[in-house]
């Protein structure tokens, strides 16, 4: 029954996190209809003679397309990052009214700090490296003065898109799915299985991720100037390290938990759901007294319900046991401590004391 319990709110909370996302992500697809309006006006044009359609019909097929594709990533994504141990923290953490977690402030600095150095330097190298080549120059002479030119609170609405809706497709939902096949093939390749996201693979993905992330920007980049090698060239590096970064980003949600993805985590998700990782322990055991326990007093020599052992001092990572005999039947609970530490047992609760009649 606890389980099952177990796995309905786990299903839950997947659910919910998905229906989460997906909304955010078509708030990011509205946000953007009137920088994509102005800056694709003449494409629209003519798609609307050629289809017999009128432009805002146009729009409304493409948002319908993007929110069965977000939809796909939300869930498929998230099914993938829960195999991986990665996750959505914060929003399980809304969802379950539980507290953020502690190194939230932290995590989210790194990430503004890394963003902020980022852009920065790919600014600097697009000045110095790009923009002296003349399909770079034309490009960037058309965006300044064409008439396709979005204004700033256009640009502004459309940068909810990239931050949602390019996140939840590319990082959330192509990435995982890289980065689960790319396990699955180290794993037939005799790679450890212990490991939920081996580095390597972590870094595969991410690479493999990114320049499709790069090669992704390429439309809007033909609707100013002709492709060339440089454009291309350009889109896939300037994208590509911004995409390299986003995808540590994704990762670095692991602070949240504490350690890093590639220990011995078999699987863990930083949502922490217990009927889904599998690994938590059920520290509550009821064994019958007749079965392999033996019938003697426990090492606490305490046979009384209701009473506490004393601290137990540890130099090693050790189970504390807690018996009571309650006609003939142990009732222990095991509880792992960090080594040096010494921890006090607990009376068990009564509603969570069960009775076994020795046959």
């Not at 320049?211 to 100013?224: D, K, M, Q, S």
């Amino acid at each position: 029954m606890r389980n099952a319990a177990q796995q309905a709110q786990a299903s839950g909370l997947f659910l919910k996190t998905a229906v989460v996302l997906w909304v955010l992500a078509l708030c990011g697809a509205f946000l953007a209809l009137p920088y994509v309006a102005t800056l694709e006006h003449k494409a629209l044009a003519a798609a609307a003679v050629r289809t017999h359609l009128e432009v805002r019909e146009l729009l409304a097929i493409s948002v319908a397309q993007t929110a069965v594709l977000l939809a796909i990533a939300a869930v498929g994504g998230q099914w993938a990052a829960r195999k991986l141990g990665l996750g959505t923290p914060l929003i399980a953490a809304f969802l379950t009214r539980r507290p953020a977690p502690e190194r939230t402030p932290s995590t989210l600095s790194i990430a503004f700090a890394l963003g902020t150095a980022t852009a920065l330097a790919l600014i600097i190298l697009d000045h110095w490296v790009f923009a002296p080549n003349p399909s770079v120059a034309e490009l960037i002479r058309n965006a300044e003065t064409g008439s396709a030119k979005p204004s700033a609170w256009q640009g502004l609405l459309a940068s909810f898109y990239g931050a949602l809706d390019e996140e939840i497709l590319i990082r959330l939902g192509l990435m995982s799915l890289v980065a689960l096949a790319f396990r699955t093939m180290a794993r037939i390749l005799g790679a450890d299985r212990e490991l939920a996201l081996p580095t390597g693979v972590f870094w595969a993905a991410n690479i493999v991720t990114a320049v499709i992330f790069g090669l992704g920007h390429l439309p809007a980049t033909a609707a100013l100037a002709p492709l060339s090698v440089a454009l291309v060239v350009r889109a896939v590096v300037l994208n590509g390290t911004a995409g390299l970064l986003f995808g540590l980003l994704y990762r670095l949600n692991l602070s949240l938990r504490g350690p890093r993805n590639d220990d011995r985590s078999r699987g863990r998700s930083i949502n922490g759901d217990p009927a889904r990782d599998g690994n938590t322990l059920d520290r509550r055991r009821l064994v019958r007294s007749s079965d392999s326990v033996h019938r003697e007093p426990c090492a606490d020599k305490q046979r009384v319900k209701g009473r506490t052992a004393p601290p137990v001092p540890t130099t090693s990572v050790v189970p504390l046991i807690r018996c009571a005999d309650l006609r003939c039947t142990q009732v222990i609970e095991a509880r792992f401590v960090p080594d040096g530490q010494s921890v006090r047992s607990q009376p068990l609760p009564q509603d969570q004391v069960a009775w076994f009649h020795h046959q």
